[in-house]
């Protein structure tokens, strides 16, 4: 039986910290990893950099609250639900996730949570647990689930390894060039076509 694993940012929905990044004025925090592949170091930098700046999480889920899922993300889900099961696994946050969660049908999501001050300064984060995405491969596998895992950046590479069939979905040609091995898919069609083999 298969089970898809999917990454959310890029995948579903716009990068949360390019429109952060954007709405802000603050071109460092344009950085993803897309472009870092140490996720606790690029949150320990985005950390300080919204500290420098005086930036609150309630201004980060302003931006958030208007963020929209990509075109096609929520039909793809709902196909993808009709013939399986599908877990988002995501480097994100659930203080951040919600409204974007919700607008994809409340799909499962498995992520990290922040840790704010009483002022809702965010001042560390916690992670689920180490290389969470993998991991998630792993147990569904522990369970005799059968894994497709989908995901555009660094982060995502462990879980696509992982699983029985790994796709990357709008990765950026660095990723590309790095790890050639796995199929690059450009739109939601392209990942129907390569999942129909295993989910019909």
């Known amino acids: 039986m298969y089970i898809v694993c999917s990454d959310l940012e890029g995948v579903f929905t716009p990068e949360v910290w390019i429109n952060v990044a954007e709405k802000t004025g603050i071109p460092e925090l344009r950085r993803t990893t897309r472009d870092e592949p140490d996720y606790e170091k690029l949150m320990r930098w985005r950390i300080r950099i919204l500290e420098e700046h005086g930036l609150k999480l309630h201004d980060i889920q302003d931006v958030i609250a208007q963020i929209e899922p990509l075109p096609g993300a929520l ?31 409340r799909p499962t999501l498995f992520c990290h949570s922040l840790v704010t001050d009483e002022t809702n300064r965010i001042v560390d984060f916690k992670m689920r647990q ?26 995502d590479v462990s879980m696509l390894r992982q699983a029985e069939e790994g796709i990357l979905f709008r990765p950026p040609r660095n990723v590309i060039e790095e790890y050639p091995h796995f199929p690059v898919t450009s739109d939601y069609e392209e990942v129907k076509a390569i999942m129909s083999r295993f989910i019909g």
């Open 130 to 155: 180490p290389d969470p995405k993998r991991r998630t491969v792993e147990a569904l596998q522990g369970l005799r689930y059968q894994v497709i895992a989908m995901g555009d950046s660094y982060n």
């Open 75 to 105: 039909e793809f889900i709902q196909w993808v639900k009709e013939r399986t099961q599908i877990i988002v696994v995501s480097d994100t946050f659930i203080q951040f996730a919600e409204p974007l969660i919700k607008k994809l049908g």
